[in-house]
């Protein structure tokens, strides 16, 4: 498993197999000049997940997604994956905090499917 994160900044970010590491590092680009710094208010991080832990995302009637929406209170699309595409790419948006809430929910999920399926 591997899971692709790009932010607004453009860095990849990828989790290991697992998520050994903990949760993921931001590189955030700031804009030279002093002591001026960006201020973020809106951001956006895809996320490709194997496509076999999307149902799990979704949660029976969507509860789990609902529930990761309201924890987080970002904005989250998962993308219909094409014909015969293993994996499935989900799209956050919101404030840096709000998206870092939803991915490390979504990643919590993805890890504990995965666990379930190798178990």
């Known amino acids: 498993?591997?899971?692709h994160l790009q932010g607004i900044e453009g860095?990849?970010?990828?989790?290991?197999?697992?998520?050994g590491?903990?949760?993921p590092q931001r590189r955030m680009g700031g804009f030279g000049g002093g002591s001026h710094q960006a201020i973020i208010t809106n951001t956006t991080v895809e996320v490709i997940v194997p496509r076999?832990?999307?149902?799990?995302?979704?949660?029976?009637?969507?509860?789990?997604l609902k529930q990761i929406r309201e924890i987080s209170?970002?904005?989250?699309?998962?993308?219909?994956p094409k014909p015969?595409?293993?994996e499935t790419l989900i799209i956050i948006s919101g404030t840096p905090?709000?998206?870092?809430?939803?991915?490390s929910l979504i990643q919590a999920f993805v890890i504990s499917e995965t666990q379930v399926s190798v178990s």
């Open 1 to 3: 498993m591997f899971l």
């Open 11 to 19: 860095g990849a970010i990828g989790f290991s197999e697992y998520g």
């Open 21 to 23: 590491a903990g949760a």
């Open 52 to 64: 076999n832990v999307v149902p799990c995302i979704y949660g029976e009637d969507g509860g789990c």
């Open 73 to 80: 209170d970002a904005r989250i699309t998962i993308t219909d």
């Open 84 to 86: 015969g595409e293993k």
């Open 97 to 103: 905090e709000q998206a870092h809430a939803a991915q």
